[in-house]
């Protein structure tokens, strides 16, 4: 599996390759990806070395060294050790983030993020899953001058002055750097400050303007791409090994690199050791709380840096910014640890802590106060819990309802219920000022309702009442003690519904509100509805017509509302807007027309259109009329429909308007399915369910949800002929609003569809029968339904064939029909089963009737 191919399509990504084959990497590849790790700044070692942290196995590594060893890929970066001439080069970046993300293992790999599984201080810095902090050092900053100077390093020496002259170098495994000309001068172990000097003392013997009191020429030693390390990270690290470095690298670069301390390491004595003596330790804690990296020195070769195991950790719980584990040393306390945590929230009561410790044998509880935080020492094991303040209020006192200012206030002693009325700015309008209700809470947390009647108190009849604390004081609304009045209009109104009652409100009010009368709305025919009882409780609706003018100008005596009434503006008597008719086709004038009457018929309508062209097929002509139903579709609704629609879709050539739905439900089954039988009943029990559900629907949305007018049209099979012979008659149709009159032009065509040979279109000719139409379009098929066969003519109507005793008597064709012949369907074979159940049950019949006759 070639995982070392993202890193082929992009150089910067090295994250991929933990199940390297190397059989299976081609030389080309080879030499393609050491390329792009030249590019990036890695040498062989350096990309080995990575491959071996991602957790490629040894044997691999192994085979790619071996292979990498027999190729030429100038690793070196084409640079001797000698001075040369050239053009100098920014420092190179060897871009730390990227070498080192992906090494580690994702939290996928090596189980749950353990800064999530264990919430300890400081973890998340290492273990996060989106690390952004790396440490990572810059080379592009400027080089300090104590930097010690090692092999790998590269020089540039510039002589400017009255001799002027560049020198490009790298410091020998020997520690010397080889001038043209010069020869070796040894300056490994040497600061740059101190390079510099030995650098010019063997110059000046060439170079005379360098030396001297008064010196002409001068000289300058910088550094230019800097060497790598090698750093060894030991004890409880992550990743424990052996890491190739930036030589400005720190021990946090280190740490990162190796993944930071597992889950037992310490965070607050990382050690450094150098020539096997220890020459720091580093508290991770100082920087993470107090932003102080506490080692600033830059690491050397085959440094060390050993993680031991944690010292001690405590808990903190409860109202603290940061709820961790901590590892604590020896002699911190208490205030200590409450730093880490980032403090108390504001929640917090900061009086006490009680904390809980491991003795030798058990566990015990303490409390910790507040001026013992910074004498308590911490010890591993505790848990520390800190609690919150209590959801309740020293003095505080509310008052909600009818007033002004509603709210909280400040309890004071000696309260009394008019004081803290004014404190509300007063009672509003509409309080009730006779039963004020003081819900006040006891010492054992129980409650208890007071009745006051401000009233009296105010007229001096009663004593104030003094309040206690937590007391909740409630003015009721005199709306809130009676049912919510409202008064309602219907009919004729632009907006009829539902209106809040006023006083002295008047019917032309409640119009107006309503947005006044419609056109059809009838002033003579206004009627109220009022509740009202007799003399025996029993309730009614009172009846009463109220006069109105169109104007809605009030009367002399107006009549006044009461709550609760309903008034209904009826329609107009035989009130209806205007309707309009179309006509088209094989007319003079077609157009659309406006219905004079209620009794206007088609014949009327075509003698408004000019009576029919010398074209017009009067025998094809339709009236297609719009139908109106209310429904309200849900999901199932078009479901349902939609299967409705497939099931006629798929037999509408087929269609015998006379089948039965048995029939209809049988044919569309053996067209569906390959095994009819078992199908059948399931989709007979569909369609008939998919029409229950759609009629259910449609009931109950007419009684629960606003309905929506549905519009759709039909065509009406009419007889012209007869209508313009005998107007007036029973054929002659009355005219409807949105009809249309189509009048076709002379037809001469006859088309077959269905199961014949061949559907086609054929000329109609006068006199021959549905045979012969038969006859040119082939015949009839093998599974043809002959005596099923019907004629569907231009204007709609149907006709069928029909049976005198064994003969089929077929419908006259005419100009403009279609002829519809119907399938039998598949043969459906009879297995052994079925015979066998067919051949008992004529047995058993042929029994019955044998055993009747005897």
Do not use: C, W
Not at 311 to 321: I, M, P, Q, S
Not at 497 to 506: A, F, K, L, V
Not at 820 to 847: E, F, H, N, S
Request: proline share 5%.
């Amino acid at each position: 599996m070639m995982l070392l191919l993202p890193f082929l399509l992009q150089a910067q990504s090295l994250q991929d390759i933990s199940s390297l084959d190397v059989d299976e990497l081609s030389d080309q590849q080879l030499q393609v990806l050491m390329n792009r790790a030249m590019e990036a700044g890695l040498s062989e070692a350096e990309l080995l070395q990575m491959a071996q942290v991602r957790g490629v196995p040894a044997a691999e590594i192994e085979k790619l060294k071996e292979r990498l060893e027999g190729m030429v890929f100038g690793l070196t970066n084409g640079k001797s050790s000698g001075a040369r001439q050239g053009k100098r080069e920014p420092r190179r970046q060897l871009d730390f983030n990227e070498i080192t993300r992906g090494i580690i293992p994702s939290p996928e790999d090596v189980g749950t993020d353990l800064a999530e599984e264990h919430p300890i201080f400081g973890m998340d810095l290492f273990y996060s899953k989106n690390r952004r902090l790396t440490f990572e050092p810059s080379v592009n900053m400027a080089t300090p001058r104590t930097y010690i100077l090692g092999p790998g390093d590269e020089v540039y020496i510039d002589i400017y002055g009255q001799s002027e002259r560049y020198y490009e170098a790298s410091v020998t495994p020997e520690g010397q750097l080889i001038l043209e000309n010069i020869g070796p001068i040894s300056v490994s172990g040497l600061t740059l400050e101190e390079a510099t000097q030995v650098v010019k003392n063997r110059l000046s013997t060439f170079y005379a303007g360098l030396g001297g009191s008064r010196p002409t020429s001068f000289l300058q030693l910088n550094l230019g791409n800097i060497r790598t390390i090698k750093v060894n990270l030991v004890g409880e690290v992550r990743l424990p090994g052996t890491f190739t470095l930036s030589a400005f690298s720190t021990v946090f670069n280190a740490l990162y690199a190796a993944g930071g301390p597992n889950q037992n390491g310490s965070m607050r004595r990382v050690r450094l050791i150098r020539s096997g003596k220890e020459i720091a330790e580093i508290d991770i804690y100082d920087f993470l709380t107090d932003g102080d990296p506490s080692m600033n020195d830059m690491l050397q070769d085959q440094d060390i840096i050993l993680v031991p195991p944690y010292l001690g950790r405590v808990t903190v719980e409860g109202a603290v910014k940061r709820p961790k584990i901590f590892e604590v040393k020896e002699d911190e306390t208490f205030a200590d640890v409450l730093s880490f945590a980032g403090g108390f929230t504001d929640q917090a009561f900061r009086d006490k802590v009680n904390v809980e410790r491991i003795t030798d044998k058990q566990r015990s509880v303490s409390d910790i106060y507040n001026d013992q935080f910074h004498m308590f020492l911490v010890k591993g094991g505790d848990r520390y819990e800190v609690g919150e303040v209590l959801d309740r209020y020293t003095n505080r006192i509310q008052i909600k309802g009818a007033v002004f200012r509603p709210g909280n206030y400040a309890y004071q002693e000696g309260l009394t219920l008019t004081q803290l009325l004014e404190k509300a700015e007063g009672l509003r309008g509409e309080a009730y000022s006779k039963r004020i209700q003081i819900l006040r809470t006891n010492e054992d947390l129980s409650t208890r309702m007071l009745q006051v009647n401000l009233e009296e108190i105010r007229n001096g009849n009663e004593s104030d009442i003094p309040l206690k604390r937590e007391d909740l004081i409630r003015i009721p609304s005199i709306y809130e003690l009676r049912e919510e009045q409202y008064v309602k209009i219907a009919g004729e109104v632009v907006q009829p519904g539902t209106y809040p009652y006023s006083e002295e409100m008047t019917p032309e009010d409640l119009i107006l509100m309503a947005g006044g009368l419609k056109e059809a709305a009838s002033e003579a025919s206004v009627e109220l509805a009022r509740r009202a009882s007799d003399v025996e409780g029993r309730e009614f609706s009172q009846i009463i017509p109220i006069p109105i003018s169109r104007d809605l100008s009030l009367p002399e005596t107006p009549i006044e509302l009461r709550p609760f009434d309903q008034l209904t503006v009826r329609r107009k008597t035989n009130f209806g807007l205007e309707r309009m008719a179309s006509i088209e086709g094989q007319v003079n004038s077609p157009g659309t027309f406006a219905i004079q009457h209620a009794e206007e018929r088609i014949s009327d309508l075509i003698n408004r259109a000019g009576g029919l062209t010398a074209f017009a097929y009067a025998k094809g002509a339709r009236l297609i009329r719009r139908t109106e139903f209310y429904k309200t579709e849900s999901e199932d609704m078009r479901n349902e429909r939609s299967l409705l629609n497939l099931l006629e879709r798929i037999n509408r050539e087929e269609l015998d308007p006379t089948e039965s739905q048995q029939e209809l439900i049988e044919r569309i089954s053996n067209y569906l399915f390959e095994n009819p039988d078992s199908a059948r009943t399931d989709l007979e029990e569909r369609v008939i369910q998919a029409r229950e559900n759609l009629l259910n629907e449609i009931s109950e949305s007419r009684e629960n949800v606003a309905p929506i007018k549905i519009r759709e049209t039909e065509a009406i099979a009419i007889d012209l002929e007869a209508i313009l012979a005998n107007p007036g008659s029973k054929y002659d149709l009355i005219v409807e609003e949105g009809d249309i009159l189509s009048v076709p032009r002379q037809l001469q065509t006859v088309r077959l569809r269905g199961d014949v040979i061949y559907p086609t279109t054929v000329r109609h000719e006068d006199f021959r029968s549905m045979s012969y139409y038969i006859n040119r379009a082939g015949g009839f098929a093998t599974r043809a339904k002959k005596g099923r066969t019907y004629v569907v003519y231009a204007n709609g109507q149907v006709a069928r064939t029909r049976n005198f005793v064994l003969f089929n008597v077929y419908p006259k064709v005419e100009p403009g029909s279609e002829i519809i012949v119907p399938t039998k369907g598949p043969r459906l074979p009879i297995r052994p089963g079925d015979l066998v159940g067919i051949t008992t049950g004529l047995a058993t019949l042929a029994l019955v009737i044998t055993q009747l006759l005897n």
